[in-house]
């Protein structure tokens, strides 16, 4: 903890990112030291080696800017020798204002990079809170393939409404949640965190996929009401839609569940085949409301080869410039032959791509590829 300080002293006196711009400056005072010299007597370029210091404050640290402000100060002492000028008022002045500006540049640089480890070390904390809420999918559990791709619309988010979890039960299967909390913000982000956390809780214990999905209902329920006043027990509108599946190593099938999310579309060859269940139900937090005690299990066929994904409304809502909703269904089958991680990749680039790199929602996919056990 004592080296911190001097390691971050010393940070603070690095170039920045764009360290090949210093050829600006340098040429600037270059050409005004020249220019200066060789020009006549009533034609004077040394106010402008001010910018020198002052353009490398935007791409460099504060080294870089302390030195480009010495040598705009060396060139103006040099313009004042060699034209017989440095004892002058005039050209005292000059050296005095960039001597200055040089100082000032130098602060602001030390300044802003501070703040710029402070948020740092924020933006740190924050991931490595939010890695451990919404924790990487196993990439194999039994014989399956399994990849997640997170995408928050709010910039510099790492976590919003969406999620997904998977847990290992003991009789041989995997449990998969894929979910969408209502709203944004912190409420969601904390919806999205009581959800999970009942789902870790409680996949490898409950017996059914039925009583899981119970558990989960009653627990958001009773979690996002216990202190609302009796009277406003029935106003609360959390909720979350949501697909619970389960899927057996040695049975090549798929359990589901869903609780008014999006189905899911697995992928057989280049046929697309949407997972729709007979029965879907209330979201999860208004099934105990309307006094479901019950879910309908719907199974689907889910062989070897054959490629699974879960997606939130993030990303078949997705709009252009023009209003289009991204062809997911269409663009799916494409990669329906890649690895998952791979399948994700592109299809988080072409997602990008179509909405020019701005999301107007969270979105959330899960590829899952079943291979020979």
């Known amino acids: ?122 933006r740190s904390v924050a991931e490595a809170a939010q890695s451990v809420l919404l924790q990487p999918l196993p990439t194999h559990a039994g014989p399956l393939r399994i990849a997640g791709l997170y995408l928050p619309a709010e910039e510099e988010a790492d976590l919003g409404g969406d999620l997904y979890a998977a847990a290992r039960t003991a009789h041989h299967s995997t449990r998969l949640l894929i979910g969408d909390v209502r709203g944004n913000g912190l409420a969601a982000i904390n919806n999205a965190a009581l959800l999970l956390g009942a789902f870790r809780a409680a996949a490898h214990r409950q017996a059914t996929l039925p009583r899981l999905a119970v558990h989960l209902d009653a627990a958001f329920r009773w979690d996002t009401s216990q202190w609302r006043p009796q009277a406003a027990e029935d106003t609360n509108e959390d909720f979350a839609t949501a697909t619970l599946l389960d899927i057996p190593d040695h049975d090549p099938v798929v359990h589901l569940i869903t609780c008014g999310h999006p189905p899911p579309l697995l992928l057989r060859g280049n046929h697309l085949i949407p997972l729709t269940a007979e029965a879907s139900h209330l979201p999860i937090g208004f099934g105990g409301a309307f006094g479901i005690t019950a879910y309908d299990v719907q199974t689907f066929p889910f062989e070897v080869g054959d490629l699974l994904l879960l997606y939130t409304d993030g990303v078949i809502e997705a709009r252009n410039a023009d209003g289009f909703f991204y062809p997911f269904t269409e663009r799916a089958p494409e990669w329906a032959k890649d690895d998952p991680d791979e399948l994700l990749r592109h299809l988080q680039n072409d997602l990008l791509a179509h909405v020019h790199g701005h999301l107007n929602d969270d979105a959330a996919v899960v590829a899952i590829r079943r291979l020979a056990l």
């Open 1 to 122: 903890m004592a080296l911190r300080p001097r390691l971050d002293l010393r940070r603070s006196w690095r170039p920045g990112h764009a360290p090949a711009l210093v050829v600006l400056p340098l040429g600037l005072i270059a050409t005004v030291c020249v220019v200066d010299v060789l020009a006549p007597p009533h034609i004077h370029l040394g106010p402008l080696l001010v910018a020198a210091p002052a353009i490398t404050v935007a791409f460099a640290g504060a080294r870089v800017t302390a030195l480009m402000g010495a040598l705009a100060v060396a060139a103006q002492v040099l313009i004042g020798v060699v034209r017989g000028v440095l004892p002058t008022a005039n050209i005292q002045a000059q050296i005095a204002a960039l001597i200055v500006v040089s100082i000032v540049c130098v602060t602001a640089c030390v300044v802003r990079d501070r703040r710029e480890r402070q948020l740092h070390r924020v």
